[in-house]
């Protein structure tokens, strides 16, 4: 109950302090920089060492890319049905395919299925989410923008200089190595930031205004993303077999509202602003009771 009351307060927080103005603007990039290089990679340092190679950490990537790839045709399809601008399907590609599965996915997954179920929220988060983040999340950013070149040597060097990727390619490295008291203690207290941090400058960041006139591409993003993105991850379970503990926790990711990180590279790159703060606030809202109903129904 207390890592609901964390997240919702931290939110909360954030929120009001944009309200007071008491932050400055960038307040909410600084602390994002500080869970992304040094929260998530101590996080990552502490958890990835801990798990036990097999089948199981191949699960949270194969759902991942999977339930990416499918949404992403199905919004494709959906934008050229109803005839959508370039920078409204441009936009949907981010926000409505790229989840929220570390700064919101760590937390409730915590609290749902304790501390055994981070290092696969890692994992789908670095080897899943955060890649198409880099690469796919590039891509459509620089195709839909007019504002911007496709360049891959950009793509490959954002991968290959990101601080949490990097914690996980070292990391790797440690598996089934136990760490000194001393030094799972430091990392334990940076990894511990992440939640307050990262929720705080999400409750900065919520712009709740929904506009009028682009309620038809934001209930669609809504819908792709905290309902039919699980519901394609049970499938998958299903048709494979996944039954364990693993395949609810990529279930779960699945379902995570929109990516932050997302919402801001569509901002940034002129694909329709309004929709992409609206559906990343929003949606990070709906997320708490769509996750609560789906952890209900798949357990």
């Known amino acids: 109950m207390e890592n609901f009351i964390l997240i919702i307060g931290a939110?909360?927080?954030?929120?009001?302090?944009?309200?007071?103005?008491?932050?400055?603007?960038?307040?909410?990039?600084?602390?994002?920089?500080?869970?992304?290089?040094?929260?998530?990679?101590a996080m990552i340092m502490l958890q990835i060492p801990r798990l036990t190679l097999s089948m199981d950490v191949l699960i949270p990537i194969i759902i991942a890319w999977s339930v990416m790839i499918l949404t992403a045709i199905f919004i494709l399809f959906v934008s050229k049905t109803f005839k959508f601008s370039k920078e409204i399907t441009g936009c949907l590609l981010l926000v409505a395919i790229l989840g929220n599965t570390s700064f919101l996915g760590i937390p409730i997954l915590n609290a749902y299925f304790g501390e055994t179920s981070l290092p696969y929220v890692i994992v789908y988060d670095q080897l899943g989410t955060f890649i198409a983040l880099?690469?796919?999340?590039?891509?459509?950013?620089?195709?839909?923008?007019?504002?911007?070149?496709i360049n891959f040597k950009i793509i490959t060097f954002k991968i290959l200089t990101f601080p949490p990727f990097i914690s996980l390619i070292f990391a790797l490295f440690f598996i089934g190595i136990t760490f000194p008291p001393t030094l799972i203690s430091v990392l334990s207290s940076f990894a511990n930031t992440i939640v307050p941090i990262a929720l705080v400058a999400v409750g900065l960041q919520l712009?709740?205004?929904?506009?009028?006139?682009?309620?038809?591409?934001?209930?669609?993003?809504?819908?792709?993303?905290?309902?039919?993105?699980?519901?394609?991850?049970?499938?998958?379970?299903?048709?494979?077999?996944?039954?364990?503990?693993?395949?609810?926790?990529?279930?779960m990711e699945a379902?995570?509202?929109?990516?932050?990180?997302?919402?801001?590279?569509?901002?940034?790159?002129?694909?329709?602003?309004?929709?992409?703060?609206?559906?990343?606030?929003?949606?990070?809202?709906?997320?708490?009771?769509?996750?609560?109903?789906?952890?209900?129904?798949?357990?």
């Open 11 to 41: 939110i909360c927080i954030g929120y009001v302090l944009n309200l007071l103005r008491i932050f400055p603007k960038e307040a909410p990039n600084i602390l994002n920089k500080f869970v992304i290089y040094i929260s998530l990679p």
């Open 134 to 149: 880099a690469t796919f999340g590039t891509f459509v950013a620089s195709y839909y923008s007019s504002k911007t070149e």
């Open 207 to 251: 712009q709740l205004r929904l506009p009028k006139e682009e309620i038809k591409p934001f209930s669609l993003a809504l819908f792709t993303k905290l309902i039919l993105a699980p519901f394609l991850a049970y499938i998958i379970c299903y048709v494979f077999s996944w039954t364990n503990e693993v395949s609810l926790i990529s279930i």
């Open 255 to 299: 379902g995570m509202g929109p990516m932050i990180t997302a919402g801001a590279v569509a901002s940034m790159s002129g694909l329709a602003p309004r929709l992409s703060s609206a559906i990343v606030g929003y949606g990070i809202l709906f997320a708490f009771l769509t996750t609560g109903v789906l952890f209900k129904l798949i357990t």
